[in-house]
Nanobody, 135 residues
Framework: QVQVVESGGGLVQAGDSLRLSCTVS????????MAWFRRVPGEGETSEGG???????????????RYGNSLQGRFIISRDNSKDTVFLQMSLLQPDDTATYYC?????????????????????WGQGTQVTVSS
C-alpha cells in the first residue's frame, strides 16, 4: 500500500521560512518524480475540493526541477532518495502562500521525469499539511 505523508506545516509570520517534508512508502521512491501542490480553501471548491496549484516538481535524480508561477527563487524543492523523502523549502512567506500543501507521485508516462505541474499527471496524494502565514 502506497502511503504519502506530509509534515512541517504551521503558523508563521510574513517573511518567515518553513520546510515541508513528504515521506513515501510502498513503492520504489527513486523511480518516480515528485511534486508539491497547494490548495486555497474556497477557491473553486466543490464537494471534492478545489483545483490544486502546482508549486514545484523534481525528477528522480533531482537534476530537473520546475516551479509554479512566481515561486522560483522563494521555494526550493529537493529530495533525499536514501530517506524516500522530498522537501519544500519556503522562504519569504507571504499571506498569499496560505494554503494546504500536498505532495504527490508522478504517474503515467515518464514517471521519472518532472515535465509539468498538471495535477492530473500525478497520483497517490497525501492528506496535506496546512501552512498559514499571518501579516
Amino acid at each position: 500500500q502506497v502511503q504519502v505523508v506530509e509534515s512541517g506545516g504551521g503558523l508563521v509570520q510574513a517573511g518567515d521560512s518553513l520546510r515541508l517534508s513528504c515521506t513515501v512508502s510502498g513503492l520504489p521512491f527513486d523511480d518516480y518524480a515528485m511534486a508539491w501542490f497547494r490548495r486555497v480553501p474556497g477557491e473553486g471548491e466543490t464537494s471534492e475540493g478545489g483545483p490544486r496549484e502546482g508549486v514545484a516538481c523534481i525528477s528522480t535524480s533531482g537534476g530537473t526541477t520546475r516551479y509554479g508561477n512566481s515561486l522560483q527563487g522563494r521555494f526550493i524543492i529537493s529530495r533525499d532518495n536514501s530517506k524516500d523523502t522530498v522537501f519544500l523549502q519556503m522562504s519569504l512567506l507571504q499571506p498569499d502562500d496560505t494554503a494546504t500543501y500536498y505532495c504527490a507521485i508522478k504517474s503515467g508516462y515518464n514517471p521519472d521525469r518532472c515535465l509539468s505541474l498538471n495535477e492530473n499527471t500525478y497520483n497517490f496524494w497525501g492528506q496535506g499539511t496546512q501552512v498559514t502565514v499571518s501579516s
